[in-house]
């Protein structure tokens, strides 16, 4: 915490972007509580949560909260973002079903006037299959 803090770098599992504080934190850390799944990892987070609030006012966030119960729970802290994507995976195939079944398909989002390429200027596709070794 010091190292990011001298260094003036954003310490990962704290802060958010559009709230003071992020409401889910603390309802992971009470759920992780109530089922056992609250130990030295998640004290961990929550010891920083506290002395950042009073340094800096900063909280908690939800990648903070996943860190510290999945290594309490045995799993590598880097499955968060993973872990975190699965709560939202059904609500993205409802809203694909909602889209395939009411909306019109091609629908036009954007003009195609407005949509440019901003890579390379010149791309060799022979050597790029050459590079890769995949055929044609």
């Not at 629908?107 to 200027?121: M, S, T």
Request: contains cysteine; charged residues 30%.
């Amino acid at each position: 915490m010091e190292h990011y803090l001298k260094e003036g770098k954003k310490i990962p599992g704290f802060g958010h972007r559009f709230h003071h504080e992020d409401p889910r934190p603390a309802k992971l850390i009470k759920t992780a509580k109530k089922y056992g799944c609250f130990g030295i990892h998640s004290e961990l987070v929550v010891s920083i949560e506290n002395l950042l609030q009073e340094m800096k006012g900063i909280n908690m966030n939800i990648d903070g909260a996943n860190a510290g119960i999945l290594s309490d729970m045995g799993f590598d802290w880097r499955l968060g973002t993973g872990v975190f994507m699965m709560g939202r995976v059904p609500a993205l195939v409802a809203h694909i079903y909602e889209e395939k079944s009411i909306e019109s398909p091609f629908r036009k989002f954007v003009e195609v006037e407005d949509i440019y390429y901003d890579g390379l200027d010149c791309r060799n596709i022979a050597n790029d299959r050459k590079e890769l070794n995949t055929p044609k």
